[in-house]
Nanobody, 128 residues
Framework: QRRLVESGGGLVQAGDSLRLSCAAP????????MGWFRQAPEKEREFIAA????????VYSDSAKGRFTVSRDNRKNTVYLEMNNLQPDDTATYYC?????????????????????WGQGTQVTVSS
């Protein structure tokens, strides 16, 4: 059941930045670990980052470290993905997801099977 709504995608040039948002209408949002994934055409879904419910613990993929930052505002039931220095290889549909069972992040947060709820995705296209 999809209850998450991503926004903020678009067409940008290489080197630009974008901030994606993911709104979760559930009042239990503050108890969810949240993740960001992306999927490019003809490629498997790829983990980007995850953040614990309180927002003080995060984990990133190697490709995201140093360029992407995940954060959340529990007052707004929203999680963000700040993306800097975007490159054409970052072109993909970006998804947020909710892990309702765990209140921590670790290397296992990269497995999409941990997440029960997904958004519809937002497209990010980076031109060279």
């Amino acid at each position: 059941q999809r209850r998450l709504v991503e926004s903020g995608g678009g067409l940008v040039q290489a080197g630009d930045s974008l901030r994606l948002s993911c709104a979760a209408p559930s009042p239990s949002f503050t108890t969810y670990t949240m993740g960001w994934f992306r999927q490019a055409p003809e490629k498997e879904r790829e983990f980007i980052a995850a953040i614990n419910p309180s927002g003080d613990s995060t984990v990133y993929s190697d490709s995201a470290k140093g360029r992407f930052t995940v954060s959340r505002d529990n007052r707004k039931n929203t999680v963000y993905l700040e993306m800097n220095n975007l490159q054409p290889d970052d072109t993909a549909t970006y998804y947020c997801a909710a892990d309702r069972k765990r209140s921590w992040v670790n290397s296992g947060s990269s497995y999409s099977s941990r997440y029960e709820s997904w958004g519809q995705g937002t497209q990010v296209t980076v031109s060279s």
